[in-house]
């Protein structure tokens, strides 16, 4: 329960973000919560989409929890002065996000799927993360294990020598990884941590 690092976005990037890409569905991550321009209704169709599913209207009691917990429709003004962690956008014109990222050469886009970015501070990554957390337990890199499937994993797996991939986890999270596992199953990447923690 207790935090350990916080890399908050820089208030201008943050009204920067939020000015260029105004007309579009964002979402503003803190440590507290998700706040959203968009509405429940538009939030639970880039849901579906996101999962192959069918852009229907679907009952509030359906939406997964972590959506249902969102503060939607704030207003601009109210999103510009939040204590920004993670800015994200889905379909966001591929030109336009890149003026952007440009305009702000400390920010990076590490997205966990495809069609969403997902912009955090470059020194805010999954692999930065895992080595404060281990320099907070006493601990190096070599004493640990990860594991990761998306691009935004991918300094994580470069962190951490012991690093794994699934065979079914993207190209780019494979070429970082140290090893490749076979996923013969759901339970695939489970059992290789009991394997690892038993030794």
């Given at each position: 329960?207790?935090?350990?690092?916080?890399?908050?976005?820089?208030?201008?990037?943050l009204?920067?973000?939020?000015?260029?890409?105004?007309?579009?569905?964002?979402?503003?991550?803190?440590?507290?919560?998700?706040?959203?321009?968009?509405?429940?209704?538009?939030?639970?169709?880039?849901?579906?989409?996101?999962?192959?599913?069918?852009?229907?209207?679907?009952?509030?009691?359906?939406?997964?929890?972590?959506?249902?917990?969102?503060?939607?429709?704030?207003?601009?003004?109210?999103?510009?002065?939040?204590?920004?962690?993670?800015?994200?956008?889905h379909?966001?014109?591929?030109?336009?996000?890149?003026?952007?990222?440009?305009?702000?050469?400390?920010?990076?886009?590490?997205?966990?799927?495809?069609?969403?970015?997902?912009?955090?501070?470059?020194?805010?990554?999954?692999?930065?993360?895992?080595?404060?957390?281990?320099?907070?337990?006493?601990?190096?890199?070599?004493?640990?294990?990860?594991?990761?499937?998306?691009?935004?994993?991918?300094?994580?797996?470069?962190?951490?020598?012991?690093?794994?991939?699934?065979?079914?986890?993207?190209?780019?999270a494979?070429?970082?990884?140290?090893?490749?596992?076979?996923?013969?199953d759901?339970?695939?990447?489970?059992?290789?941590?009991?394997?690892?923690?038993?030794?």
């Open positions: 329960g207790e935090l350990v690092s916080e890399k908050r976005i820089n208030p201008k990037d009204r920067d973000f939020v000015m260029t890409f105004a007309g579009d569905p964002i979402e503003i991550v803190t440590k507290d919560g998700v706040y959203s321009n968009a509405s429940l209704g538009e939030l639970s169709r880039m849901f579906l989409k996101r999962k192959g599913l069918p852009a229907i209207p679907v009952f509030s009691f359906l939406l997964p929890p972590f959506l249902k917990s969102w503060e939607t429709r704030v207003p601009a003004g109210t999103l510009m002065g939040l204590p920004a962690v993670k800015l994200e956008i379909d966001a014109d591929p030109e336009k996000m890149k003026q952007f990222l440009d305009r702000h050469p400390d920010l990076v886009n590490a997205p966990s799927m495809s069609g969403l970015s997902e912009i955090t501070r470059r020194d805010a990554t999954k692999g930065t993360a895992a080595l404060e957390v281990l320099d907070l337990l006493q601990m190096d890199a070599g004493q640990a294990a990860a594991f990761g499937d998306g691009i935004n994993d991918i300094t994580l797996l470069e962190a951490i020598p012991e690093s794994y991939a699934p065979e079914t986890g993207s190209e780019q494979k070429n970082a990884a140290a090893h490749i596992l076979p996923m013969p759901d339970h695939a990447v489970i059992r290789k941590m009991e394997e690892l923690i038993r030794g």
